[in-house]
Nanobody, 128 residues
Framework: QVQLVESGGGLVQAGGSLRLSCKAS????????MGWFRQAPGKEREFVAA????????YYTDSVKGRFTISRDNSKNTVSLQMNGLKPEDTAVYYC?????????????????????WGQGTQVTVSS
């Protein structure tokens, strides 16, 4: 069993930056693809970014390309999301996820129900 715990959320002004981290415990996730999702109030959960276990494959949703960067440190069992140029529309609860299949799957809505592990989420609020 894997537990995922997110941290780094908070309140920031538009144009600011935050760095989210997700720490895995229970077992190593070095061979798992990992990703970030977000859910704003009253909206459906949305894919944000995903990274393969070796960091060779990285995917972003179009709205965050050029502003967000996903990375991982397998020696520390962590995945991070550097968020720059934040906008009010980035306000959401951000969730970390891990799965034993390909990172490319994270962008497919039909896949989300079968993702192996989810974190509890961290709130990001961007004020205008």
């Amino acid at each position: 069993q894997v537990q995922l715990v997110e941290s780094g959320g908070g309140l920031v002004q538009a144009g600011g930056s935050l760095r989210l981290s997700c720490k895995a415990s229970g077992r190593t996730v070095s061979r798992y693809a990992m990703g970030w999702f977000r859910q704003a109030p009253g909206k459906e959960r949305e894919f944000v970014a995903a990274i393969s276990w070796g960091s060779g494959d990285i995917y972003y949703t179009d709205s965050v390309k050029g502003r967000f960067t996903i990375s991982r440190d397998n020696s520390k069992n962590t995945v991070s999301l550097q968020m720059n140029g934040l906008k009010p529309e980035d306000t959401a609860v951000y969730y970390c996820a891990a799965d034993h299949t390909a990172a490319a799957n994270f962008a497919a809505r039909d896949f989300w129900g079968s993702i192996d592990y989810w974190g509890q989420g961290t709130q990001v609020t961007v004020s205008s």
